[in-house]
């Protein structure tokens, strides 16, 4: 199941100047005790993030203490996307719990040297664009998230995982300017096909859907692959009262190889 994911920063004002350096130590400090005291009665946040990938054992020091101070009964984290220069700067070890972004094929590794650590992904996939109306795209999407999640479902000393990201957004970062377009649902919160996916992955209720919208005039006699979305525990895919072959469980694919004018459906069972 989704764990509730933690607030990690409160906007205050923008410093400029390195990371590490006494005016913007002093800014991370007044934000992070305004953010805990702002939301520690909130009991669904269960750590406090502290820095996302960047570091300065000077900072975390004092953003650790006054973390302990404002709430001692939650733990502290921040996220660190180059493990290699956390480990060397020691900056991995410092909050209760090292939090990582990406890189999931150094996780192993980072585990069997450091058994002690206590870790959590803070970000994964960060897939690439994708956009409703264009099939490709979502499927592509939906597939790495549903890479990085099975990878991380089988690692039970990693504490959890957190998608990014949740919805499209608004960016001025030059290669996806004005809109970043990595959400499981779009600007306008509609689901795109990861966020169908992920329903049938975590919900209790009944599921099911076939991806895409399937009316494709002039693709007939063409090889089109049937993704269904659904947590059930046997599916049949049926194109005009033929059953299709399929594999998969949370995903299941079929192969069609001739696409025919009629009607596609499905049956279920739950015993």
Same mark, same amino acid.
């Given at each position: ?20 350096? @006494? ?6 400090? @007044? ?17 406090? &993030? ?48 090292? &939090? ?27 897939? @690439? ?40 957004? &608004? ?33 209790? @209720? ?34 005009? &009262? ?30």
């Amino acid at each position: 199941m989704p764990a509730t994911v933690s607030a990690f920063w409160f906007t205050k004002k923008l410093l400029r100047g390195s990371i590490g350096g @006494d005016a913007f130590i002093q800014n991370m400090d @007044d934000m992070l005790s305004a953010m805990i005291r702002c939301d520690r009665n909130h009991p669904s946040i269960f750590l406090w &993030g502290m820095m996302n990938e960047g570091r300065s054992v000077k900072m975390l020091e004092k953003l650790n203490k006054t973390a302990r101070i404002v709430d001692p009964t939650r733990p502290t984290c921040y996220a660190e996307n180059h493990v290699d220069v956390g480990i060397k700067e020691g900056t991995i070890f410092m909050p209760d719990v090292a &939090g990582l972004n990406y890189i999931l094929e150094q996780y192993d590794k980072l585990h069997r040297d450091f058994p002690q650590l206590i870790l959590i992904n803070a970000e994964c996939a960060n897939g @690439d664009k994708s956009f409703i109306g264009d099939l490709e795209s979502q499927l592509k999407s939906s597939d790495k998230i549903k890479a990085d999640l099975d990878y991380m479902d089988t690692r039970s000393w990693l504490a959890g995982s957190c998608i990014w990201c949740f919805h499209d957004y &608004g960016s001025e970062y030059k290669p996806v300017w004005p809109i970043q377009t990595s959400g499981v649902v779009d600007v306008y919160r509609r689901y795109k096909e990861a966020a169908w996916m992920l329903k049938a992955r975590w919900s209790n @209720d009944p599921f099911i859907r076939i991806a895409g919208h399937w009316s494709w005039p002039g693709e007939e006699g063409k090889e089109r692959e049937i993704r269904v979305w659904n947590n059930c525990e046997e599916v049949h895919l049926y194109l005009n &009262g033929e059953e299709i072959p399929k594999s998969g469980e949370i995903v299941v694919t079929a192969q069609c190889e001739s696409l025919k004018k009629g009607e596609l459906f499905i049956t279920v069972e739950n015993r």
